[in-house]
């Protein structure tokens, strides 16, 4: 009966091992809590932070900028609220600040103009001091019509030439003529000039001469 009884307990001790065993490696083979949950923030920490959308122009026009008929302009004049705030250009090339009445804006840069306004001010305002930005551009475009994929105005906040403006707006469709796009050009003597554009010969590196800068009006046919 001594055997029996012994035989019982290391039966029981055996089994009470094995299980101990078993829980042993399945805590060490499964992660903790805390474990799941800081791998996820980790890497939502390394993700950059999405950008502007693409096809958005961000960016405001330099001081380099010739205003135009239809800009939206910032003029801020320093401790002078009153005389500050957002003024359109006329279609007259003029806009309209307090105190000193029409000013000629067309054809100025943004810091041209805020010169012009500081000479005007100095006769009400002790020292003033004028910034001029534009906010809206709304005088200088392109249109570009046909076969392209997003056909429309493009602001021209910047230089562009005809490659630039076709890959903004989406490149060539499939059905383009891509050895008869052209644009039209209306000239001040109120005649409209053709200038014609081979994209597969330019893109090639060949005719670089056609892949001209577009100007104020311009207008890029895509056939």
């Known amino acids: 009966m001594m055997n029996t009884t012994m035989e019982s307990l290391l039966k029981k001790s ?20 805390s474990q799941d949950q800081a791998v996820p923030s980790q890497s939502k920490q390394s993700q950059p932070s999405p950008g502007p959308a693409s096809g958005t122009v961000t960016a405001s026009p330099g001081d380099g900028y010739v205003i135009g008929p239809e800009d939206i302009l910032e003029i801020t004049v320093w401790k ?55 906010q809206e551009v709304r ?14 105005r493009y602001e021209l906040t910047q230089p562009m030439t005809i490659l630039d403006a ?30 014609f554009f081979d994209y597969r010969a330019v893109i090639k590196g060949r005719k670089l001469e056609e892949n001209i800068y577009l100007r ?4 890029l046919v895509i056939p």
């Open 80 to 134: 002078q609220t009153e005389l500050s705030g957002r003024v359109p250009v006329r279609p007259d090339g003029k806009i309209s600040v307090a105190l000193i009445g029409e000013v000629e804006a067309a054809g100025l840069t943004p810091p041209k103009l805020a010169d012009v306004i500081t000479e005007k001010l100095k006769t009400y305002v002790t020292k003033p001091q004028v910034n001029v930005t534009v």
């Open 14 to 33: 055996a089994l009470l091992m094995g299980c101990l065993c078993i829980t042993a490696s399945l805590a060490v083979g499964q992660p903790s809590a």
């Open 139 to 152: 005088s200088q475009f392109v249109n570009v019509v046909g076969e392209v994929g997003k056909p429309g």
């Open 166 to 195: 076709i890959t903004a707006a989406g490149g060539p469709s499939p059905f383009a003529k891509l050895k008869r796009i052209y644009v039209l050009r209306p000239l001040p003597s109120g005649v409209q000039q053709t200038l």
């Open 216 to 219: 104020r009006g311009d207008t």
